[in-house]
């Protein structure tokens, strides 16, 4: 019996006049990967802010586990503590070395000694291939290795769940693959995580379920199987086969 | 009396100067940083109420400020001219502070608040541990700008009395008729006092600049 981490139900959104998703809902079971895809605009991005009760729905509810957070009087410091976050253009804390990023979650919110913090942000960083760097700032590090300390800081909370928020479509094509092995390694290793991405390959290879999302809508949902090879509707066949002509090229141009 | 006597004279206001400005400056910084807090994370009625500080304070000459806070708080309290003045002076300078702290609280925030609220801090935490360490770097430069402006606009307490450095020029320059002198003095003394407080500024920029990779 798969265990839901987090269950959205009728979640709606409005930014004045303007509905950005409406009744939307969308299961993650533990340790399942789910991938959204969908145009941009669509709410992805917006989907995953109310999660992280980044910004407040108007209508509906999340559960993380048994726990309603959208529930009136919920302690959001404490949701977020929980939820792992991983944003397009990482925002690392600038003014902290790697290791400084890692660190303050662990000594600010989890209230641990600088001791204990210091070993448990090293071994994080070690979890990203990154223990080598641990003293470089963010402006001393490519990209896809800043991308890889943000997933480091996040994770460091040990979050029950991740949220990645196209983690690799800041990044200059030869770096994005040295993000996306440490995310399938994550997947492997059990981590729930709900992925906006554009990486077919990754999709593919590692989601469990795909969601397509259309106008705040999702369209369509299923197994990497189904979504590639039977979809039910033709907007899903059509989108995938556009993103993938798409990125394909990208590749093809990284070669 | 021979020149070096002269000079010496003139030269022995610094301690007021100095010290006028060692009071206003961190007075006004104090303020000006509490003010631009509550100026851009405190909602809108805070906001307007800044904004309002903000214009009123800086649409004033400074002399003038100087004299109504230098007379309502001496009616007051019993504060001497020289601390009367060396606080109105910091009054004066926090709504110059304010706008610098908000516009480097201004350029940070957004993202990397965000970003902190996401680990899990609080907002006030991240604030403190996020937002104002890339701020104090940002706001240096500018804020070595003021400190310039208060140490030569400390020469207006002299008009309350306070034996300052131009004070003492005038004085020894109607006692001696070398104004042109004695004026010129106060300005090398003053012109020394600006330009080594930028100096030191900018070593402290520096100091504090966050290493990246060209
Ligand atoms: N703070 C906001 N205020 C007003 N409108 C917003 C705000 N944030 C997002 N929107 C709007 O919500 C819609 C959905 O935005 P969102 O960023 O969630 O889309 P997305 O699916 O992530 O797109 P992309 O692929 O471009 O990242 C957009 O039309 C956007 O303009
Ligand atoms: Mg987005």
Known sequence: MPKPILTIKNLTKTYGQNVIFQNLDLTVNEGDTIVIIGPSGTGKSTLLRCVNLLTRPNEGQIWLDDLEITAKGTDEDQVRQHIGMVFQNFLLFNHLTALGNVKLGLTRVKHLSDEEATEKALHELSRVGLADRADHYPGQLSGGQQQRVGIARALAMDPRVMLFDEPTSALDPELIGEVLEVMRKLALDGMTMLVVTHEMGFAREVADRIVFMEKGYIVEEGSPDEMFNHPKFDRTREFLWKITELYGKKEKEAE | ?214
């Open chain 2, 1 to 214: 009396m021979d020149f070096g006597q002269f000079l010496s004279y003139i030269a022995s206001g610094t301690v007021y100067t100095v010290g006028v400005t060692l009071i206003a400056l961190p007075a006004g910084l104090l303020i000006g940083t509490i003010l631009a807090l509550f100026y851009v994370y405190g909602g809108k009625a805070a906001a307007r109420v800044m904004n309002l500080y903000s214009t009123i304070f800086r649409g004033i000459p400074p002399v003038v400020l100087l004299f109504i806070l230098f007379f309502a708080v001496s009616k007051g309290i019993n504060l001497s001219a020289f601390w009367a003045g060396s606080l109105s002076l910091g009054v004066v300078s926090s709504a110059y502070q304010m706008e610098i702290v908000r516009g480097a609280l201004l350029s940070v925030s957004g993202d990397q608040l965000m970003a902190a609220r996401a680990v899990g801090l609080s907002r006030m935490q991240a604030i403190r541990y996020v937002v104002l360490p890339q701020a104090v770097r940002l706001a240096i430069p500018p804020w070595s700008n003021e400190a310039a402006i208060v140490i030569k606009d400390s020469s207006l307490v002299y008009a309350l009395g306070v034996p300052e450095i131009l004070r003492r020029a005038q004085l020894i320059g109607a006692s001696s008729q070398q104004y042109l002198l004695a004026y010129l003095s106060a300005a090398v003394i003053y012109f020394l006092l600006v330009s080594l407080t930028t100096r030191m500024l900018n070593h402290l920029e520096q100091k504090l600049s966050i290493p990246s990779n060209p």
